[in-house]
């Protein structure tokens, strides 16, 4: 797991940690020592700790102006036992939120793992938005079926087209344009 790094490649567009506005701001990073594990795992010194033992994530790209944000995730997304949902909810969403964000890219390609609960934190997300989404990208197909049991479908967007962006190719505003046309293709008010 240690060889799986945040994609970085949106570095000269954006870091979180020079970012004012991020949940991240000011934050060091030592990529000479790693310290975060996940099941005893090292992971990159680049994943940022939000909350949970098990999931970490990296705000790839934020822009304020356009009021939307791309996460990247790894780990296991457990609700059922650490809630993961609500830290990201509390400790990075509500925050963000605050800052105008509305439309939030979540990839999930390295997401081990899901163990669902209820989907309150889903749904009090979803209505924070207003006019936004939440669209996720790349997620494994037992996450989403976990997600489809649990009923979090109703507040995300996934899946068919979604699954068909090579993101890694694109830049932030371009994966915006992208998801939207997608979204709005699907559900035609947004």
């Known amino acids: 797991m240690h060889l799986i790094e945040p994609y970085y490649r949106w570095n000269n567009y954006y870091n979180s940690n020079l970012d004012e506005r991020s949940p991240f701001y000011g934050k060091e990073y030592n990529y000479d020592k790693y310290s975060e594990e996940i099941y005893g795992y090292y992971i990159d010194p680049g994943w940022d700790f939000m909350g949970s033992e098990t999931l970490y ?29 609500m830290n990201l909810k509390r400790n ?43 669209a996720a990208i790349n997620f494994p197909k037992f996450v989403i079926n976990e997600w489809r049991a649990y009923n979090i479908d109703n507040f995300l ?21 992208r998801v939207t046309r997608i979204i709005q293709a699907r559900i035609p008010m947004f």
């Open 92 to 134: 990075i969403i509500d925050r963000l939120t605050l800052q105008g964000i509305n439309k939030y890219i979540l990839i999930g390609e390295n997401v081990l793992n899901f163990h669902g609960s209820d989907d309150c934190y889903y749904e009090e997300w979803f209505e924070d938005m207003e006019e936004g989404w939440i």
């Open 157 to 177: 967007i996934y899946g068919g087209d979604l699954e068909k962006i090579n993101w890694r190719t694109l830049k932030p505003t371009n994966l915006l344009e």
């Open 57 to 85: 994530i990296k705000i790839l790209f934020a822009d304020y102006e356009n009021e939307f944000v791309v996460i990247e995730f790894i780990g296991e997304w457990n609700d059922a036992i650490n809630n993961d949902i």
